[in-house]
């Protein structure tokens, strides 16, 4: 199962990578997805990551959900990663930034969606092993191919060759089943009662790092689709609430 989630989502993200080499107009229309994608990732940490961990491992489990939530702050903070898509400049994507630092801003959104995309693969494998894999893959998937068709959108901008974007495209993606390597790794030497409550925890705070500090704001810059921005967030919501009444999670 973790093979097949992973492969779908390397692929996914690896094929949407693509349009921007042919379409690069249509990014501009990529913010109703990330809406969306910013409703799936919310509603699979409320719904299903969080109440797992903490049946799992009691209260404590928050406290590792707000590690995880910090600890993607820093990691944006510090290493240069936020990968901020709106029409408004900030702080990486400033004239004077690229002035000062060269054509910068696609090394540095590279390093953090992997780092990202790392976390995710830990994620996935820390729900698979809870029994809550179909949702989290989900809310992966939604948020992987609007993030690789980014990443590629930065890289030709930046007037990088086709072949160099793939390549970079291609460790991109290489990131989710390192994650998910890594988990098995902890996991095969850390204690399963204690580790996967507390796993499951600190990914839920990745994923509401990634969807209320990463995508809601630059969805909140969005002046124009207002409704259907806030009508794709809720479908997202409301799609990894279905799952959990009706899916396998249910069933779990």
Same mark, same amino acid.
């Given at each position: 199962m973790l093979t097949a989630y992973l492969l779908a989502i390397a692929v996914g993200a690896m094929l949407t990578a693509a349009v921007p080499v042919a379409f690069p107009r249509l990014q501009s229309r990529m913010h109703l997805f990330l809406s969306f994608s910013a409703g799936v990732m919310l509603g699979a940490a409320f719904?299903?990551?969080? #109440?797992?961990?903490?049946?799992?491992?009691?209260?404590?489990?928050?406290?590792?959900?707000?590690?995880?939530?910090?600890?993607?702050f820093l990691l944006e903070r510090y290493v240069l990663v936020h990968w901020c898509k709106e029409d408004d400049e900030c702080e990486v994507h400033? #004239?004077?930034?690229?002035? !000062?630092?060269?054509?910068?801003?696609?090394?540095?959104?590279f390093v953090g969606m992997s780092l990202h995309t790392l976390t995710d693969g830990f994620a996935l494998g820390t729900a698979i092993e809870a029994g809550i894999g179909a949702s989290v893959f989900l809310a992966i998937l939604f948020h992987k191919l609007p993030s690789s068709f980014s990443l590629a959108a930065i890289l030709m901008s930046e007037r990088k060759t086709a072949g160099r974007t793939v390549a970079y495209t291609t460790v991109f993606a290489a990131m989710l089943p390192?994650?998910?390597?890594l988990y098995l790794a902890l996991a095969g030497v850390v204690p399963h009662e204690v580790f996967g409550a507390r796993a499951l925890g600190f990914s839920a705070g990745t994923f509401l790092h990634l969807a209320v500090a990463d995508l809601i704001p630059d969805l909140h810059r969005r002046r124009q689709?207002?409704?259907?921005? !806030?009508?794709?967030?809720?479908?997202?919501?409301?799609l990894m609430w279905a799952v959990g009444h009706f899916g396998p999670a249910h069933q779990h």
């Open positions: 719904f299903h990551m969080l #109440p797992e961990a903490v049946e799992s491992g009691g209260l404590e489990s928050l406290y590792w959900s707000l590690g995880g939530f910090v600890f993607l400033s #004239p004077q930034h690229e002035h !000062s630092h060269g054509k910068t801003v696609g090394t540095a959104a390192l994650g998910a390597l689709d207002r409704l259907a921005l !806030s009508i794709a967030l809720i479908v997202g919501i409301v």
